[in-house]
């Protein structure tokens, strides 16, 4: 018999136990090993609880049984749960963990000590909840040169957008509808800002391109400033304003991660995704582009990833090494800057006639792709052009309203 302990009573880490009753049976036959969860930690308690008996209020009872050999961290933040995991993992405990800052702030620290140790510290539910993404890309598809990775990693905004676009609700109302369903938190700035998505990008890029990419090296853009008028443009263009998570690897092999809100062409599987769904994009060599679409978040959804990393750590016996990646890179030689960005962009504007948008664009060099009465799109150009293209026509008395870049596949 072997324990699992639970750490964090919340929506995940319950959505964790009962799954595992639900699916038990199935769970040891998969794992052939004797499986139960030995301990649930949490500073409540909860009286009434079908596992209440199982509730403990101390990390050391579950360091100091040798029985326990597997620890679903469900707690969020980073502190206590890095001081925690460290300490599982320390004592010979394979730890897996639903907590994108945790992992997105101390990935590597944390994958260092369990490969000294000789245990894993998975995070598959850290990123797209029920989406398997963090395996594939270490696994399945380790054979490829992977040049590129972008999604839509966060659900509260996506369904945001969604109200936008097609029940043209304004950003306020479609964050009070998300706020009532219980999408969005009271103080929603972790999903609109954007950091919820930044975190997740972090996770991704380091895991694809080998070095620990933190937070603070991602320009991070959300929507709070995305309006009705925007959307429409982008409907207009034949596309749909979504927050994009995104990194790609440039030619001189620095990597670019942004999020920020971009309009997807129609003719993209992304510009389906649709509510609090999440999906993410992969390219590489040998694959050319494949899609991972799935609920991104949500008690159950989530638990299915936090066990299925349990499943597997029963099943190996030693650290996995291909999900490892180094810590950060000194200096700033591997995160580029955002000033290197690349794409199309839509310049939302005041009224302007066809004839400036094509002088202005001819003078500084991109292409016209298309044009409204209030804004146009033009092609893929770094920021330098993006800012002249701006500044001459304001000089041609456009006002410039919003720019969003265009998700170029
Ligand atoms: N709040 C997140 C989202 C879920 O809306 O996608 C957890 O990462």
């Not at 955002?338 to 948008?357: N, W």
Request: hydrophobic share 40%; with cysteine; aromatic share 8%.
């Amino acid at each position: 018999m072997k324990k699992i302990a639970v750490l964090g009573y919340g929506v995940v880490g319950s959505g964790v136990v009962e799954l595992f009753y639900r699916n038990q049976k199935k769970i040891e036959k998969n794992t052939g090993t004797s499986l139960e969860v030995g301990y649930i930690l949490d500073l409540r308690d909860f009286p009434g609880d079908p596992y209440a008996d199982k509730v403990v209020h101390d990390i050391q009872v579950i360091l100091d049984d040798p029985e326990v050999g597997y620890v679903a961290e469900c707690m969020g933040g980073v502190n206590p749960a890095f001081d925690f995991v460290r300490r599982c993992l320390e004592a010979g405990k394979s730890v897996a963990t639903s907590n994108k800052q945790l992992v997105a702030e101390k990935g590597d620290i944390l994958l260092q000590i369990a490969k000294e140790h000789h245990v894993n510290f998975f995070f598959e539910a850290s990123v797209g909840g029920a989406i398997p993404i963090i395996r594939p890309l270490h696994t399945c598809l380790a054979a490829n040169d992977i040049s590129a990775v972008a999604g839509i990693l966060n659900g509260t905004t996506n369904f945001i957008l969604e109200k936008m676009i097609h029940a043209n609700m304004s950003f306020a109302d479609a964050l009070e509808l998300a706020q009532k369903k219980g999408y969005a938190e009271k103080d929603p700035s972790a999903d609109v800002d954007g950091g919820d998505a930044c975190r997740k990008i972090c996770i991704l890029s380091s895991l694809v391109f080998g070095k620990h990419v933190y937070p603070d090296q991602v320009f991070t853009r959300g929507i709070r400033d995305v309006t009705l008028e925007d959307v429409k443009l982008a409907c207009d263009f034949g596309g749909v304003v979504k927050l994009i998570g995104a990194v790609k690897r440039l030619e001189d092999g620095r990597i670019l991660p942004t999020v920020m809100p971009m309009v997807v062409l129609n003719d993209s599987l992304l510009s389906h995704v649709n509510g609090v769904f999440n999906a993410v994009m992969v390219w590489g060599d040998g694959i050319d582009k494949t899609m991972f679409y799935g609920r991104g978040a949500g008690k159950l959804p989530t638990a299915s990833a936090v066990l299925g990393d349990i499943i597997d750590e029963v099943k190996k016996k030693d650290t996995v090494l291909s999900q490892s990646w180094e810590p950060a890179a000194e200096g700033n030689d591997f995160v580029a800057p955002v000033s290197e960005f690349y794409a199309p962009r839509c310049y939302r504007t005041s009224p302007c006639g066809s004839g400036v948008f094509a002088r202005v664009a001819e003078e500084v060099g991109v292409e016209l792709i298309n044009t409204r009465e209030n804004g146009c799109m033009i092609g893929s150009c770094g920021q330098k052009k993006a800012e002249a293209f701006k500044q001459k026509l304001a000089a041609e008395g456009v006002a410039i309203l919003s720019r969003i870049p265009v998700l170029a596949e």
